[in-house]
């Protein structure tokens, strides 16, 4: 079973950046999608960024021209370059790999926390 390994989480103060990466343990067929979901305490996992294979990116309005999505393929490995971060940013953050339409795989989840 392939799983996804996350890192680059931590304490950050407002205004600061951070790097997440993902990457995957073994090989994925037919990526579909590539994203980073994020939940904070006591509210629903949300989409953060989502590259669709051959087609897009998707940003949520609330981290439009601060975060990036990036991806090496060849690695399958997934980034999250966040950018003047906000204490709303503060959450826990996933990754996830969608492949063949059917085959949902999640990280672990990085704590991410953006205080003074």
């Known amino acids: 079973q392939v799983q996804l390994v996350e890192s680059g989480g931590g304490l950050v103060q407002p205004g600061g950046s951070l790097r997440l990466s993902c990457a995957a343990s073994?090989?994925?067929?037919?990526?579909?999608?590539m994203a980073w979901y994020r939940q904070a305490p006591g509210k629903q996992r949300e989409l953060v960024a989502a590259m669709i294979t051959g087609r897009s990116t998707y940003y949520a309005d609330s981290v439009k021209g601060r975060f990036t999505i990036s991806s090496d393929n060849a690695k399958i490995a997934l980034y999250l370059q966040m950018n003047s971060l906000k204490p709303e940013d503060t959450a826990v953050y996933y990754c996830n790999i969608l492949a063949r339409a059917t085959q949902n795989y999640w990280g672990q989840g990085t704590q991410v926390t953006v205080s003074s």
């Open positions: 073994g090989t994925i067929f037919s990526i579909n999608t």
